[in-house]
């Protein structure tokens, strides 16, 4: 009896609680982004197709799938940290059959080159050429992804992909990155006089 | 010639880590002094050891680690964990407590952690409770001060007693402390004077009467009145030199001071008063040397108030509700704990972020 | 105003700083120095904060002193101005006097020692002309502000908002520069003359002059100064000495220092009625106002033990530092370092013909005794002392342990953005630190992150909006193509019915064969379409091919 009763009680805590969870989880649930989204929000949006998908939102969509987290160069290890971290898989290191990171780059048409074909207008994932048929075309620079998508189709290869060059503001404080340069000290100062220099009081100061 | 290239600010202060840490073993010097006038060799002994044993298990971690070996055994933190243990322990504790206390101190308190700057605790605290409570006979045999001994320590005896726990003449540690127990007419056990006064306090006797002994000298335990004003004199010290901020010191004695103060008024002759607190046990060391290690405190000046004044607080507890002879290390480590806690509510407001900052 | 009067005694205090060795002395005995012309300047186009102007020069054009090089373009700007007259060589990329040295676009001047000027247009009457037209003037005379960031002071002082105090810094609170005080020993009544014309601008709130207390001849010069004014404006404008502390002529904490007031967070001194401005730039104001001068050069200080004659020099804008450092003697030692700027803010450089802008105070060059070389950085301790000088109150350690870890939601969460880069932290840090160091980069990787985010974020929308219009496009081809043979069909299937009704007694199968027919006719039609189309492309590609070979 005694057995029955403790069982009872329990299995009636158990469905209490049970009820209590249930009802919490619908009535305090959290709207969360979809994880497609999320890593979407992750990727660079470079468009590149590097990853073996038409885009990055493809690609989101197979890695929320199941597939690796380490085949977007253009986000390079940044990008795979921040995935393992949403995703808790193992951030591995970018898969090199998919290309490697490379420094940031911005499309650039030689433009006297150009035939005015279209052809990479047609490639390009953001429309970040302008153009118009046997017209003259030129890249956007600051819509560019560098993806690199519209070097292939060019018929006449007037696609150069040119490093981004750094601006003073958006410098990094990379200080190990400027070279040291050695000159000759009487070079250093050429407008300086061989004349011995008086020795100034306030030196000693 | 090439030219220089380096990042703002360019001028440096040079006060390195070095630089503190020597000016701190500067400061324990009156302490110390004091120390040896009244128990001995003992604790001169105890700090060779220590810092021998510590500096070898540090350079041992170090190459290990693959870390840099001079800049890390050049800036004498080791030594003084290792100092400030040593001197926290029984003079004449055998060899291998000092020993073992300083391995863990070193290794684990300090490397398990992460080495400077990481460790949690303070290194020489815990290895005193790792001590404390491993080996509770050695670490409270306290000799009487040398003042009250009738049987004289030589410096040859006191290394036989270091090393083989006997003397030249095949007396033991425990025997001595027999011939004192016999000798001394009060016929006390000795140990630290609030060690004693919790012993005599449990047997019945009021406090006025355990402090007519010859173990207390006026106002605080005798010898044990100069060791503290010899490390208050060296904390001082420190202040004057800006080695340490005031906060801690001032926070700890006085939050020692007011629980003591308090203690007296509702049960004068049952609690030891404040003058005992300050002055007869570790409660300078504490304030100006041991709770002042900085990686272990907390960081804001607020947040240095509230963590110093929660430890003179709990030695005040642990001292007169605790069964250990003394508190400081317990409460320093109790306190280590709570300084993530402290930071973060004694985070000092960011300019331009609501009132006027601290 | 006489609430104003009982406040002018009381000072407060900010949290933090430091008292490095002042150092002063070494360039502030002697009076600020002419050069001789240099060989070639270097202009550049950008020389405050904000975008570069258009250029309104050629090489080849000769130029007057005074005459604007550029003009404020679409995006707003500051112009800069020849400096002496000469001729335009070329413009070219140079090495910018920023902490990266990276190119920057200059124009090539070549003095041609003649001094011809334009015809300056000074405003007379300058306390009867609108704020407005003040305003235009100092734009157009290319003022930046002359104390650090070279903000375009006109854009500063345009502020809708009620200004109720004006500070004029002369605090100088950095070791070694002695610019702002020697130009206030020397010239002391342009300041104040400018201080009085800015504060018209502002619709007159009171004026605080601020100097540090380490500067006893610039305020016996300043004193000596209003003493000169008539009685209404002695009463708007005040001289008030503060101790001497780093960074206490920092923007946000002289103001603290005067006012007792906190600039709130990612705000301007303007939302709390202040604004500032260096003593230097209430010089180049009087002198574009009353003289129709625009900024054509600064004070600089030449200044460190590695020099034989170190003082304060006029610098032509555009001059190679390297004309000055020759003209102070400098002495270089193997490793030297060039600072542009003081000991605690300023930066190395390696190039020495970087040029003079608005912004460039200083230029140290410490021995090796002087300034060390920075030792090797050692583990953070937490001890704290960087907390201790912190004048933001912010974390420096926390803010390394986050740097460090790259957290840039951590590192905004404990005030990064705060940080004033004043260097007080490093200056004390036991294990020696470039704490500041970390900061900026973490700064700037935040910065890039942001950018970079937001230009996903385009990327994002021009991609999905092209994939939308691929989409859009496909589905309105395969509708025409639809609707084009739904009505072929339907031609075909009214040709049938009269076909049939035509041939009304044919055998009972002809529907059949007349639904196979079409099909049969569409797709044969289909076929000899791409025929057609493919041989055409051949003969197309053929005739290409034999272009471009022939070509």
């Known amino acids: ?205 | 010639m090439s030219f220089y290239i380096a990042s703002s600010p360019h001028a440096h202060q040079r006060r390195t880590t070095q630089h503190i840490m020597l000016w701190v073993l500067l400061a324990l010097i009156p302490g110390l002094a004091a120390q040896c006038y009244f128990f001995g060799w003992g604790p001169l002994l105890q700090i060779t050891v220590a810092v021998t044993v510590a500096l070898i298990t540090e350079a041992v971690i170090l190459i290990v680690r693959e870390k840099p070996l001079r800049a890390t055994l050049g800036d004498f933190s080791a030594v003084v964990t290792a100092v400030l243990l040593a001197i926290s322990i029984p003079p004449l504790a055998p060899w291998w407590v000092i020993v073992i206390g300083t391995l863990f101190s070193i290794g684990i308190v300090k490397h398990v952690y992460g080495g400077i700057g990481q460790n949690v605790f303070n290194p020489a605290m815990a290895g005193y409770v790792l001590l404390l409570i491993s080996f509770p006979v050695q670490m409270t045999s306290w000799m009487p001060p040398s003042t009250l001994a009738t049987f004289e320590l030589n410096f040859i005896d006191s290394l036989w007693l270091f090393f083989t726990q006997y003397t030249s003449e095949g007396y033991s540690l425990e025997q001595v402390r027999l011939i004192e127990l016999t000798q001394s007419l009060d016929a006390i056990v000795m140990a630290t004077p609030l060690d004693e006064i919790k012993t005599q306090l449990s047997q019945g006797y009021t406090l006025t009467e355990i402090k007519r002994s010859d173990v207390f000298s006026g106002i605080a335990g005798t010898g044990w009145l100069w060791v503290n004003l010899g490390y208050l004199v060296g904390g001082l010290l420190l202040l004057y030199k800006r080695i340490i901020q005031w906060h801690i010191p001032v926070a700890l004695l006085a939050s020692l001071a007011f629980f003591a103060a308090l203690g007296s008024l509702f049960a004068a002759d049952q609690l030891p008063g404040v003058s005992l607190h300050l002055l007869s046990g570790g409660a300078m060391l504490a304030a100006f040397f041991i709770a002042t290690d900085p990686v272990s405190a907390a960081t804001s000046n607020r947040g240095k108030l509230v963590y110093a004044a929660l430890i003179g607080m709990l030695i005040y507890i642990i001292r007169t509700w605790g069964g250990y002879p003394d508190a400081i290390a317990f409460a320093v480590l109790l306190a280590n704990m709570c300084v993530p806690v402290i930071d973060y509510y004694t985070r000092p407001r960011a300019y331009g972020h609501g009132g006027k900052a601290l | 105003m006489s609430k104003q009067a009982s406040n002018a005694v009381q000072l407060w205090d900010f949290p933090g700083g430091i008292h490095p060795p002042e150092r002063k002395q070494l360039a502030n005995r002697t009076p600020i120095a002419h050069l001789p012309l240099p060989s070639v300047l270097y202009i550049p186009l950008r020389q405050h904060l904000g975008s570069a102007g258009n250029i309104l020069v050629q090489p080849g054009d000769t130029v007057l002193r005074g005459q604007a090089l550029t003009e404020p373009g679409h995006t707003g700007g500051l112009p800069v101005h020849a400096p002496t007259s000469g001729t335009v060589q070329a413009i070219i990329d140079h090495p910018s006097n920023h902490p990266s040295m990276l190119a920057e676009p200059c124009i090539q001047l070549i003095p041609d020692g003649l001094h011809n000027s334009v015809a300056f247009e000074p405003i007379s009457n300058p306390f009867e002309a609108t704020a407005l037209s003040l305003l235009q003037h100092i734009q157009q005379a290319g003022i930046a502000g002359m104390g650090g960031a070279g903000f375009p002071t006109a854009q500063k002082l345009a502020q809708s908002r009620r200004i109720e105090l004006l500070i004029i810094n002369g605090v100088e609170c950095e070791p070694y520069i002695v610019s702002d005080d020697r130009l206030m020993r020397e010239h002391a009544a342009t300041i104040v003359r400018g201080s009085l014309l800015i504060g018209h601008i502002l619709g007159n709130p009171a004026i605080v002059i601020a100097v540090e207390d380490n500067k006893p001849e610039a305020i016996q010069a300043l004193e000596h100064a209003l003493t000169q004014l008539d009685s209404q404006q002695a009463e708007q404008i005040s001289l008030r000495v503060v101790p001497t502390k780093y960074p206490s002529g920092g923007e946000k904490q002289l103001i603290q220092v005067l006012t007792g007031k906190q600039v709130p967070a990612r705000g301007y001194p303007a939302h709390i009625g202040i604004i500032m401005q260096n003593v230097g730039t209430a010089f180049a104001v009087a002198r574009a106002i009353d003289h129709g001068e625009p900024l054509m050069e600064r004070v600089v200080t030449l200044t460190g033990e590695a020099f034989a004659q170190p003082g304060t020099v006029w610098g032509l804008l555009g001059t190679p530092i390297a004309h000055l450092l020759t003209h102070a003697g400098l002495q270089t030692e193997a490793q030297q370092r060039i600072i542009v700027g003081g000991p605690m803010m300023g930066f190395t450089v390696t190039d020495l013909q970087i040029p003079i802008t608005k912004t460039t105070n200083c230029l140290l060059a410490p021995t090796t005794t002087e300034i060390p070389a920075k030792r090797q950085e050692l583990a953070c301790i937490r001890c704290g002392a960087c907390e201790q000088v912190c004048p933001a109150s912010i974390l420096p350690q926390q803010l390394y342990w986050l740097a460090r870890a790259k957290d840039h939601d951590g590192l905004a969460q404990h005030h990064l953005s705060d940080c004033i880069e004043c260097g007080a932290c490093a200056y004390v840090c036991p294990s020696e630190i470039p704490l500041v160091h970390y900061y900026r980069q973490a700064k700037a990787d935040i910065r890039e992150a942001h950018i970079e985010q937001q230009k996903a974020e385009i990327a994002r929308q021009r991609f999905e909006a092209r994939q939308a219009r691929l989409q859009r496009e496909k589905e309105e081809r395969l509708e025409r193509h639809r609707q084009a043979a739904e009505a072929r069909q339907k031609a075909l299937a009214a040709r049938e019915r009269e076909h049939a009704q035509q041939a009304e007694p044919a055998a009972p199968n002809a529907p059949a064969a007349a639904s196979d027919d079409p099909q049969k006719a569409k797709v044969a039609a289909a076929i000899a379409r791409a025929k057609a189309k493919k041989a055409a492309q051949q003969v197309q590609q053929q005739s290409q091919q034999g272009d471009s070979e022939s070509s």
């Open chain 1, 1 to 205: 009896m005694s057995i029955l009763s403790g069982i009872l009680v329990l299995a009636g805590l158990a469905l209490l609680f049970g009820l209590i969870l249930g009802f919490a989880a619908i009535r305090f649930k959290v709207e969360s982004d979809p994880l497609v989204d999320q890593i979407d929000e992750i990727l660079p949006q470079t468009q590149c197709g590097q990853c073996g998908y038409p885009g990055c939102r493809p690609y989101a969509e197979a890695i929320a799938n199941g597939d690796d987290i380490n085949k977007c160069p253009p986000g390079g290890e940044a990008t795979i940290q921040k995935l393992s971290d949403l995703t808790g898989r193992e951030a591995k290191p970018l898969d090199a059959a998919h290309g490697v990171e490379d420094v940031k780059k911005v499309a650039y048409i030689r433009e006297d080159e150009c035939i005015g074909c279209t052809k990479c207008i047609q490639a390009c994932p953001v429309d970040a050429i302008m153009g118009a048929n046997r017209q003259m075309h030129t890249v956007i620079a600051d819509e560019c992804t560098g993806c690199d998508l519209c070097v292939e189709p060019c018929p006449v290869d007037c696609i150069d992909m040119l490093p981004v060059t750094t601006k003073p503001e958006r410098w990094r404080w990379q200080l190990d990155s400027i070279p040291v340069t050695v000159v000759d000290a009487t070079q250093a100062l050429p407008e300086q006089k061989a004349e011995p220099k008086e020795e100034h009081s306030g030196s000693q100061v």
